[in-house]
T-cell receptor
Framework: GAVVSQHPSRVICKSGTSVKIECRSLDFQATTMFWYRQFPKQSLMLMATSNEGSKATYEQGVEKDKFLINHASLTLSTLTVTSAHPEDSSFYIC????????????FGPGTRLTVT | AQKVTQAQTEISVVEKEDVTLDCVYETRDTTYYLFWYKQPPSGELVFLIRRNSFDEQNEISGRYSWNFQKSTSSFNFTITASQVVDSAVYFCALLWTGNQFYFGTGTSLTVIP
């Protein structure tokens, strides 16, 4: 499997500020990266899909101007939560896949965001 | 449409009991993969198993076993002789042609010592 890291693992920020979460694929060519959000005691919900070098595709109900995704390389994707509010507090998980390796997807360890 | 149903929201068992976690899925695809993940309190998803739609053979790994039945669209997970360390949330998930995961709502398992 692939080794996927996320940074930071935990972050606390004040309401109105922006926070960036990094997702790195350490040994895997991540042509596609996915971002999920998980609220407490709920399931993972896909937020967006990004292909390297292209704009991300957002799921219905996810504000693209609020959750900025950049997938500039095969090893790095970033999710920026802009003007964060307490309701954005959640667990954010990324996953990576390779177009040549269908049906394989590997998850990062997650980032817990708390907005005060 | 793809859908994964985990009807059991919470289960509590006493240590050493066996427990089965149910998973029922829906998909029109003939090619798909089914997964089980464990999510301990730390939050990191721990991969347990992946099965493709063409392989209905049941699998056993230590105290874990999985029963895949296409006829009933089920992929159930059994833990034998449960231990306290098994306490976690368990997710069943479907990965289909679009390379998207559909997760069930999860089953929270508590093993009481």
């Amino acid at each position: 499997g692939a080794v996927v890291s996320q940074h930071p693992s935990r972050v606390i920020c004040k309401s109105g500020t922006s926070v960036k979460i990094e997702c790195r694929s350490l040994d895997f060519q991540a042509t596609t990266m996915f971002w999920y959000r998980q609220f407490p005691k709920q399931s993972l919900m896909l937020m967006a899909t990004s292909n390297e070098g292209s704009k991300a595709t957002y799921e219905q109900g996810v504000e693209k101007d609020k959750f900025l995704i950049n997938h500039a390389s095969l090893t790095l994707s970033t999710l920026t939560v802009t003007s964060a509010h307490p309701e954005d507090s959640s667990f954010y998980i990324c996953s990576v896949s390779d177009a040549d390796r269908e049906y394989e997807q590997y998850f990062g360890p997650g980032t817990r965001l708390t907005v005060t | 449409a793809q859908k994964v149903t985990q009807a059991q929201t919470e289960i509590s068992v006493v240590e050493k009991e066996d427990v089965t976690l149910d998973c029922v899925y829906e998909t029109r695809d003939t090619t798909y993969y089914l997964f089980w993940y464990k999510q301990p309190p730390s939050g990191e998803l721990v991969f347990l198993i992946r099965r493709n739609s063409f392989d209905e053979q049941n699998e056993i790994s230590g105290r874990y076993s999985w029963n895949f039945q296409k006829s009933t669209s089920s992929f159930n997970f059994t833990i034998t002789a449960s231990q306290v360390v098994d306490s976690a949330v368990y997710f069943c998930a479907l990965l289909w042609t679009g390379n998207q995961f559909y997760f069930g709502t999860g089953t929270s398992l508590t093993v009481i010592p």
